[in-house]
């Protein structure tokens, strides 16, 4: 029997409505957010049965994690590694801000976010060394087993590249959006089932 792994991305958050690189900052769910997740965990209490859930420690994903896991009475495992890109200096601001305020650095980064990083932040590379060693742990953990992990969307389009071998320069090419479902399953080499589902 394979692996199975839910991937994750949590729900809305407040202040959605304006593009902002959030990274570190601990920004609760919207609303619409717990909506989001509530519908999804509906959806996964039907078609599922998790035997863990994972999260990273920033609340948008832990609350998100509680409510994917409260159908099967699990309590989420916190792990730091997973949570989201450290975008340093442009943390909580909008897309429109950098923009004006480092217009050749934000360039460069949608560009090529893997040759370039938001200054003082995190790099592709970086984000990468710190997530896959504890998604591979994870899955070694759970052989065998559904489990889903709850992150963000940086981290679930890292998580993808790598299990589609796809070059990091092209993480942009994969959409994640708020609540959004990934499945993977694990047998001789990792196949990704399913992208950016949403209920």
């Not at 599922?48 to 999260?55: H, R």
Request: glycine fraction near 6%; proline fraction near 5%; charged fraction near 25%.
């Amino acid at each position: 029997m394979g692996t199975k792994i839910y991937l994750i991305r949590h729900g809305e958050t407040e202040g959605a409505d304006t593009r902002r690189y959030k990274g570190h900052i601990d920004v609760p769910l919207s609303e619409n957010g717990i909506s989001q997740v509530q519908r999804l965990s509906e959806h996964l209490s039907r078609n599922a049965e998790l035997s863990a859930v994972y999260t990273s420690d920033l609340s948008r994903a832990s609350r998100s994690a509680e409510i994917i896991a409260a159908p099967f009475n699990i309590t989420p495992i916190v792990i730091r590694e997973l949570k989201e890109r450290n975008f340093g200096d442009w943390e909580g601001m909008s897309f429109d801000e950098i923009q004006k305020i480092y217009p050749d650095a934000f360039t460069s980064w949608a560009k090529n976010p893997l040759r370039f990083s938001p200054l003082n932040g995190e790099s592709t590379l970086e984000v990468h060394d710190r997530v896959m060693p504890v998604f591979i742990r994870i899955e070694e953990e759970n052989k065998g087993k559904n489990i889903a992990i709850v992150t963000h969307g940086g981290v679930t389009r890292v998580i993808l590249c790598s299990m589609l071998e796809m070059p990091l320069e092209n993480i942009f090419r994969i959409e994640q959006d708020f609540a959004a479902l990934n499945i993977v399953e694990f047998w001789d080499y990792p196949i990704v089932k399913q992208i950016n589902f949403v209920v």
